[in-house]
Nanobody
């Protein structure tokens, strides 16, 4: 059974930085794709950033140049470095991992950016 546990969320002022972490446990060692999604109140969940097993990445236009996704397969960790945060980045951030047809989600971590 795979579990994903996020950490690193919190309250930060606009322009500040946060680093989210996602720890994966279970018997899968190399997820095909891992990513961060977010959901703001009253909005649909949206993709923030993805990273594939080969290291290629893609980002939502709204976070390009500010956020950086990375993964450490040996430690089964996923990270999201968030810089120059804006109030519109406020949301619950979810870790996601895909292995063949299986899709795994964490419980989410709240990020709140004050203006």
């Amino acid at each position: 059974q795979v579990q994903l546990v996020e950490s690193g969320g919190g309250l930060v002022q606009a322009g500040g930085s946060l680093r989210l972490s996602c720890a994966a446990s279970g018997n899968i060692f190399n997820f095909h794709t891992m990513g961060w999604y977010r959901q703001a109140p009253g909005k649909q969940r949206e993709l923030v950033a993805q990273i594939r097993s080969g290291g290629s990445t893609n980002y939502a236009d709204s976070v390009k140049g500010r956020f950086t996704i990375s993964r450490d397969n040996t430690k089964k960790m996923l990270y999201l470095q968030m810089n120059s945060l804006k109030p519109e980045d406020t949301a619950v951030y979810y870790c996601n991992a895909v292995y063949y047809s299986s899709d795994y989600w964490g419980q989410g971590t709240q990020v709140t950016v004050s203006s």
